[in-house]
């Protein structure tokens, strides 16, 4: 089960980027969905040459290595996972089969793994991990001797495949972008003049100049190779489930889903959270860098003033080494910092994408506090996370989940705010222009789109 990012890239022009450093470029872009491993395979004249280890994207390539990894076709895939052993289950996963080489790059998570695994076991398969996309290989490399073609093998195996996932899949010959029957992941097709690519999101496509084609839908099998694009609509669905995450915090806010651009759906986050909860206040701040779209929302709907408080440190990254809880408590935290003069004295409404452990906002209302902030009210334009994501939407399990166990008045005086309120369902619903049956909101509502 993995939170990622996907981008694949078929290169049909000569005088195009090279295809190792597009794919490159689209994985920095796309950092922010994943910070723990990265990989690019790179289709070599029929050969796979790959490279994937933890770490985030300048620090697996550079610039000799890219050099080397020319070709005319790849897939790549950054990881956020909360595992320890990370380099194991970096993606893609290359294998070698009957029909020759196969690289597959997943975004997503299956509910059914267990029961997937023990079946191929018993019929003698062997795992190096226990990862969705080694699973969802396998399959399809088995079920590829039966059939012609590898989207009749990935069409068979599809309805095997229960949870939520985009995937690539490359081959000496092809890419293959498939998403579940639900759509919960998104997947963007692109084009730049003769040149196809496969995309978890639209931010990229704006940087190297490539042209939005269409989403790939729910359910469809898309293959791009030097034909161009071939379609095989494989499971209609009316109801629909994409990650309403997607919207609060997984994507970059200049990316577009379903027709809605990032920021904007945010930004109504923000102005539904103030009509549903104001705020008394001098000023509003917000939490760098996913709070800053709510909370200009919140701001222009109660006309109040949005203002920079907060300094992120720009090195701040995993690999820091955390202060302890003893230097945390007396307010050591290096990843934040406050310019007091915008706060000082003033009544403050702190704005954020979502609460989750709750760890944030106590640090944050404890900083507002230290800077001279006469009152601090936090608001937070997600409702209250409950439940956890069995599809790779986070890796926590419910007892870390401070929603799934105290009250919003609570969790209030835990974090030591002047008032605390969240944005409802409905209020997500609006901002989204969705529904129960378009979104998943399951890790708010409790109710599962996949059993
Ligand atoms: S449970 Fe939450 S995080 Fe997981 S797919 Fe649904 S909306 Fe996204």
Same mark, same amino acid.
């Given at each position: 089960?993995?939170?990622?990012?996907?981008?694949?890239?078929?290169? !049909?022009?000569? =005088?195009?980027?090279?295809? $190792?450093?597009? /794919?490159?470029?689209?994985?920095? &872009?796309? +950092?922010?969905?994943?910070?723990?491993?990265?990989?690019?395979?790179?289709?070599?004249?029929?050969?796979?040459?790959?490279?994937?280890?933890?770490?985030?994207?300048?620090?697996?390539?550079?610039?000799?290595?890219?050099?080397?990894?020319?070709?005319?076709?790849?897939?790549?895939?950054?990881?956020?996972? !909360?595992?320890? =052993?990370?380099?194991?289950? $970096?993606?893609? /996963?290359?294998?070698?089969?009957? &029909?020759? +080489?196969?690289?597959?790059?997943?975004?997503?998570?299956?509910?059914?793994?267990?029961?997937?695994?023990?079946?191929?076991?018993?019929?003698?398969?062997?795992?190096?991990?226990?990862?969705?996309?080694?699973?969802?290989?396998?399959?399809?490399?088995?079920?590829?001797?039966?059939?012609?073609?590898?989207?009749?093998?990935?069409?068979?195996?599809?309805?095997?495949?229960?949870?939520?996932?985009a995937?690539?899949?490359?081959?000496?010959?092809?890419?293959?972008g498939v998403r579940d029957s639900l759509g919960m992941k998104p997947l963007i097709l692109?084009?730049?003049?003769?040149?196809?690519?496969f995309?978890?999101?639209?931010?990229?496509?704006?940087?190297?100049?490539?042209?939005?084609i269409r989403e790939v839908m729910p359910g469809e099998i898309v293959?791009?190779?030097?034909?161009?694009i071939?379609s095989f609509q494989q499971i209609h669905e009316e109801?629909r489930?994409l990650?309403?995450?997607?919207?609060?915090?997984?994507?970059?806010?200049?990316?577009?889903?379903n027709?809605?651009?990032?920021?904007?759906?945010?930004?109504?986050?923000?102005?539904?959270?103030?009509?549903?909860?104001?705020?008394?206040?001098?000023?509003?701040?917000?939490?760098?860098?996913?709070?800053?779209?709510?909370?200009?929302?919140?701001?222009?709907?109660?006309?109040?003033?949005?203002?920079?408080?907060?300094?992120?440190?720009?090195?701040?990254?995993?690999?820091?080494?955390?202060?302890?809880?003893?230097?945390?408590?007396?307010?050591?935290?290096?990843?934040?910092?406050?310019?007091?003069?915008?706060?000082?004295?003033?009544?403050?409404?702190?704005?954020?994408?979502?609460?989750?452990?709750?760890?944030?906002?106590?640090?944050?209302?404890?900083?507002?506090?230290?800077?001279?902030?006469?009152?601090?009210?936090?608001?937070?334009?997600?409702?209250?996370?409950?439940?956890?994501?069995?599809?790779?939407?986070?890796?926590?399990?419910?007892?870390?989940?401070?929603?799934?166990?105290?009250?919003?008045?609570?969790?209030?005086?835990?974090?030591?705010?002047?008032?605390?309120?969240?944005?409802?369902?409905?209020?997500?619903?609006?901002?989204?222009?969705?529904?129960?049956?378009?979104?998943?909101?399951?890790?708010?509502?409790?109710?599962?789109?996949?059993?």
């Open positions: 089960m993995s939170r990622s990012g996907l981008f694949a890239m078929y290169n !049909n022009n000569t =005088d195009a980027f090279s295809t $190792a450093a597009s /794919i490159y470029y689209g994985l920095f &872009s796309m +950092q922010h969905r994943g910070m723990d491993a990265t990989g690019i395979c790179i289709n070599q004249n029929g050969q796979f040459k790959y490279k994937k280890e933890d770490g985030m994207v300048i620090d697996v390539f550079d610039e000799n290595l890219l050099s080397r990894m020319e070709g005319h076709a790849g897939i790549g895939h950054v990881l956020h996972s !909360n595992r320890s =052993d990370v380099r194991e289950y $970096a993606q893609p /996963i290359v294998i070698r089969y009957t &029909s020759g +080489q196969m690289a597959v790059a997943l975004n997503g998570g299956l509910v059914n793994t267990e029961e997937l695994r023990k079946e191929l076991e018993l019929q003698g398969a062997v795992f190096q991990t226990s990862d969705d996309a080694e699973i969802i290989s396998v399959l399809i490399s088995r079920a590829r001797n039966r059939f012609e073609t590898i989207e009749e093998a990935i069409a068979d195996i599809m309805p095997k495949l229960r949870g939520a996932y995937l690539l899949v490359m081959t000496p010959r092809k890419i293959i692109g084009k730049k003049r003769n040149s196809l690519y995309s978890s999101e639209t931010c990229i496509y704006n940087e190297l100049d490539v042209e939005v293959t791009i190779n030097q034909d161009g071939k109801k489930a990650c309403a995450y997607e919207y609060i915090y997984h994507s970059r806010p200049d990316s577009v889903l027709g809605i651009e990032v920021f904007e759906a945010r930004e109504d986050m923000g102005r539904i959270l103030a009509e549903e909860a104001p705020a008394d206040a001098d000023v509003i701040v917000w939490v760098p860098n996913s709070g800053l779209a709510a909370a200009s929302g919140y701001a222009k709907a109660l006309n109040l003033p949005l203002e920079d408080a907060f300094l992120k440190n720009k090195f701040y990254c995993n690999k820091f080494v955390q202060p302890t809880e003893d230097m945390v408590r007396r307010g050591v935290t290096m990843k934040l910092a406050v310019i007091k003069s915008r706060v000082c004295g003033k009544r403050v409404v702190v704005v954020d994408d979502s609460m989750v452990r709750g760890t944030t906002g106590r640090l944050l209302v404890d900083l507002l506090r230290d800077a001279g902030a006469k009152e601090v009210h936090m608001r937070i334009a997600a409702p209250e996370v409950k439940n956890e994501c069995y599809f790779g939407g986070n890796d926590l399990d419910r007892t870390s989940l401070i929603s799934s166990h105290k009250t919003t008045k609570e969790i209030q005086d835990m974090i030591g705010a002047d008032s605390l309120a969240f944005l409802s369902v409905k209020g997500l619903k609006e901002a989204c222009k969705g529904t129960e049956n378009t979104l998943c909101m399951a890790c708010f509502t409790g109710e599962y789109p996949v059993k």
